[in-house]
């Protein structure tokens, strides 16, 4: 009986010891280096760039252990990494990755909520090809509260790289690529600025209605 009860103790030791390295909470590579330049690991070098991602496990950590190396979620070929020290962390990309800006959408960012739907995804992304006639709107910094940023991956990519925005005003969309003229007064508030704008279609109102309501209340019903 006592053998018995020191095998299954050793059984559910080992147990622990494998989900503890399965899920990043003991890593045996400490062999990153981190600079403002970027980091060194692997043999490879990760330069810092920026788009909305899901953040896995543990997977390295610095030879100083001041910062760890967390893998992106869906990359199974570590083209990225999320380097986090605390609640600091930052974002990098293989230095020979280029990362795809066309193709096939596979994931879309509406503010921060991620939608995967393969469907929705194609309507958000095809809105942003539509060559209908550009007009200008004066707009404040109030106005850009009703504006969500859309980030969109491609082929397969697990980082959706920043397209532009898409607005809501007076009972209808819009979408521009830029917001770049804002401009603040010198106390601070902001002074009404032209954005260049194209009409979404009424066809993707009932869907993106369905996600801005997530933040604009008076959209829900």
């Known amino acids: 009986m006592r053998h018995k009860k020191f095998f299954i103790a050793t059984i559910c ?37 920026s788009g909305f991602y899901e953040e896995g496990k543990t997977i390295a950590k610095t030879s100083d252990g001041n910062w760890n190396i967390n893998e992106v979620k869906g990359d199974t070929e570590h083209n990225f990494v999320v380097v986090r020290s605390g609640l600091d962390d930052s974002l990098l990309v293989r230095e020979d990755y280029k ?39 004066s707009a404040t910094h109030e106005d850009v509260n009703n504006w969500q940023s859309v980030s969109i991956g491609f082929d397969g990519c697990p980082v959706a790289v920043f397209r532009g925005y ?21 106390d601070g508030s902001g002074e009404p600025f032209t954005v260049l704008c194209k009409s979404v279609d009424k066809s993707c109102y009932a869907m993106l209605n369905e996600y801005f309501a997530y933040y604009f209340s008076y959209l829900a019903s």
């Open 13 to 49: 030791l080992l147990a622990v010891i494998i989900a503890a390295f399965a899920s990043g909470v003991i890593v045996t590579d400490r062999s990153a280096v981190y600079s403002a330049e970027g980091l060194n690991w692997n043999g490879t070098f990760y330069k810092p760039c």
């Open 99 to 137: 990362i795809p800006e066309s193709g096939i959408t596979n994931t879309v960012y509406l503010g921060t909520i991620k939608i995967s739907d393969r469907e929705k995804c194609k309507i958000i992304s095809d809105i942003f090809l539509n060559d209908s006639e550009t007009f200008s709107v």
């Open 166 to 186: 898409i607005g809501f005003a007076d009972g209808n969309y819009f979408f521009t690529v830029d917001l770049t003229d804002m401009k603040e007064k010198d």
